[in-house]
């Protein structure tokens, strides 16, 4: 664990203001600014050099200064009026949204502009430069080379180092044709090679271009540089690769979403950052595109103590009043944030437990149906990814099992032994590197599920067959045609726990397999809709019920199925059940997670599903740091009592002492001769931190 950031209180003050109107900042006192940070408590703050207006808050050499500042230096009184309060200090700097160096250099642009609207976004505000562009690369070379010679910082943070849009410009048409000898594509198509080694290219430049970035301020400081990684999982228009992590020295973002992505984000982080803390900002408003609709007390501090819960730095992003002034009264409501999770900032740090966990692959952030689509089709920023809303499902489904769950990526192929239950949720796309880990990792008494058309893509193109074909016992013969389809239990198992209902009903895309090995159980097969594949209509006999079209056909085509490989188990599902909304189809899920964990939790809380469980390993201090967080979609929560919190099982560990942070009450539990333990938690009003301590 670094020791290098041991500050988790944090703030940042969005400064995006243009300089247009003289009433723009006229009232704007770096000094005063800083007693409102104060008076929060906080304990780092992060201070504009810049923004995505692109005007400059210290008198620039290299770019403009906001004319608000007449002969002042904004940033250098923030960083000196922190620095005298004893304060950490982080500078904040944008690139590629920069509206100064797009009006002023129209060469430098992303072209086609991007459309960037969506929501409440107003996307026309902003103006975009190619990082490939070299002229820009020296511009930014030497502005950030003037902060960094005449101010000195904590750490360094660039937002925005992600595509806005795909580029065509002269640079991005050079690079791609020096490096492929190929024209860029007009036209998405995953399973065309030149198509998916352009997707290639933009990751790769983009990682690049954060090397270059990171390159900047080491050369100048070793201080901590990290950029924004709040969109490494959307999907892939943003061209943002998981290997861009290594030029961050920990990872952070800002996030908007809601519970679930916040867990995700939180255990997705954990694994891929190079040191820890990891760091989750959000606004204090319900969205950055909001400036008065401010989050509930409730909501922002439920968001601190999940942070907690990742061993997370908690950023609140605040933004400027446009003359130039903050609210106090926020202060206030954030200082008292601040005092509930500082008791408990101490205690954190450590490997994060996870018995099962689900794998995200930044090969598969994209989906099938985009084949055929123009490249600049602004509908391609908001197409859904099949891997990634699996994904997400996935790891919400396992929290409301309340087991202890991770993500992992490409970064854990070499020590995928690990880890009990591995989830591979509608992977589309599937390296060699992947097949060959995952297979040795069955083989050598691993248990996995798959779902979905995982592996029927690699990176480079469409396979004729699953990948994972050897360790799945299965063959891939295409997807059935329609979106309406039935799964037909026959293990006694499942059927019970599905009672009365009888099938488990399906909206969306379905694999047919066939079954390869003599060792594959099939425990559900497909059935069909009366009139399959018709739809219906008025004028035919192709439906049987008006409203919904009923199971009819019952076909021996496996739904489900149980491979034993070597000495391991795959579980496949010929659709991603974790992505299912219905309660049968969740059951399910959790149902085979359940088979193939075979009672090998080291943790798990019984109570409600909103309850959060996370657990971090401190062998320095030997115990264990579990997290209890009650985080209903509907805030505030209501207490819970009588929770019961099992544990032990697989640790080889003899536990001595249960203890509630911070105030050290002994807390009683029991264990058996196998070493599982058990106790119960009395009563959980929102957030609850234990130690758990072992000889």
């Known amino acids: 664990m670094s020791q290098r950031l041991p500050r988790y209180s944090r703030l940042l003050l969005d400064m995006h203001i243009p300089d247009g109107d003289a009433a723009l900042l006229r009232f704007y006192q770096p000094r005063e600014v800083v007693k409102a940070y104060l008076a929060s408590g906080v304990d780092s703050v992060m201070v504009y050099c810049q923004s995505h207006v692109g005007l400059c808050y210290w ?97 360094f943070f660039f937002d925005m180092t992600f595509w806005p849009g795909i580029c065509e410009c002269n640079a991005c048409s050079g690079c791609f044709a020096a490096e492929t000898g190929n024209r860029i594509p007009r036209i998405v198509d995953w399973g065309d090679p030149v198509w998916c080694a352009f997707q290639r290219a933009r990751e790769q430049w983009m990682v690049e271009f954060a090397g270059f970035l990171t390159g900047l301020v080491k050369q100048a400081s070793d201080i901590p540089v990290y950029h924004n990684f709040a969109v490494s999982l959307f999907n892939w228009t943003r061209g943002v690769s998981f290997d861009l992590a ?26 891929l950052s190079r040191e820890w803390p990891i760091e989750y900002m959000t606004s204090r408003c319900v969205h950055i595109t909001e400036h008065v609709n401010t989050k509930s007390t409730a909501q922002l501090q439920a968001q601190a103590f999940a942070a907690l819960a990742s061993s997370a730095a908690f950023r609140l992003i605040d933004a400027i009043e446009p003359e130039g002034t903050v609210p106090d009264d926020i202060y206030a409501v954030v200082g008292a944030i601040f005092e509930r999770i500082r008791p408990y900032q101490s205690y954190l740090g450590g490997q994060p437990v996870e018995d099962v966990v689900v794998y995200i692959s930044d090969h598969s952030k994209m989906s099938r149906a985009e084949n055929g689509k123009e490249v600049h089709d602004p509908q391609l920023r908001f197409f859904p990814s099949p891997h990634l809303t699996a994904a997400q499902a996935a790891v919400t489904r396992l929290r409301t099992q309340r087991l202890a769950v991770g993500v992992i990526t490409r970064a854990q192929l070499d020590c995928l032994a690990r880890y009990k239950v591995i989830v591979l949720p509608e992977v589309t796309r599937l390296s060699k590197e992947e097949t060959d880990s995952f297979t040795r990792y069955v083989h050598d008494g691993g248990s996995l599920y798959v779902s979905g058309a995982s592996g029927t893509y690699t990176p480079n193109g469409r396979s004729e067959d699953f990948q994972l074909r050897e360790c799945m016992g299965l063959r891939h013969m295409g997807s059935l045609a329609g979106d309406t389809f039935y799964l037909r239990p026959v293990d006694a198992q499942l059927r019970e726990l599905l009672r009365p209902q009888q099938f488990i009903g399906i909206h969306g895309d379905l694999q047919e397999v066939a079954i390869s090995s003599p060792d594959v159980e099939t425990l559900a097969f497909v059935s069909l809709p009366y009139g399959y594949p018709h739809g219906g209509a008025v004028d035919d006999r192709h439906w049987a019920s008006i409203h919904a079209s009923p199971p009819s056909v019952h076909t021996q085509i496996p739904a489900i199925t149980l491979h034993r490989y070597g000495r391991g188990n795959v579980v496949y599902a010929s659709v991603a059940l974790e992505r299912s909304p219905h309660h049968s189809g969740r059951r399910s899920f959790h149902w085979l997670i359940d088979r193939l964990l075979e009672g090998r939790a080291s943790f798990r809380a019984k109570t409600f599903d909103h309850i959060w469980l996370t657990v971090f390993h401190q062998p320095e201090h030997k115990r264990f740091i579990v997290h209890l967080l009650n985080y209903p979609a509907e805030l505030p929560p209501v207490p819970v009592s009588d929770i019961q919190l099992e544990f032990g099982r697989g640790l080889d560990c003899r536990f001595v002492s249960l203890r509630q942070i911070p105030d050290n009450r002994e807390i009683a539990f029991s264990c058996d001769q196998s070493g599982s333990c058990a106790a119960i938690i009395d009563e959980l009003e929102d957030y609850k931190m234990l130690a758990l301590g072992y000889a």
Request: net charge negative; proline share 5%; charged share 20%.
């Open 59 to 155: 008198p620039a050499v290299v770019g403009k200064p906001h004319a608000a500042m007449g002969g002042h230096d904004w940033l250098g009184e923030s960083v000196a009026a922190l620095r005298e309060a004893g304060k950490e200090v982080y500078g904040y700097y944008s690139v590629i949204f920069n509206n100064t160096a797009y009006l002023d250099h129209p060469e430098w642009r992303i072209v086609p502009r991007p459309t960037m609207s969506g929501g409440a976004f107003q996307g026309k505000r902003y103006g975009h430069v190619c990082p490939n562009n070299v002229e820009y690369r020296q511009f930014v070379q030497a502005q950030v080379g003037e902060i960094l010679a005449l101010y000195a910082f904590d750490g």
């Open 246 to 271: 290594r030029h961050n020295d920990f990872l952070g973002g800002d996030f908007y979403g809601d519970r679930d992505e916040q867990f995700m984000m939180g255990r997705f982080m954990l694994n």
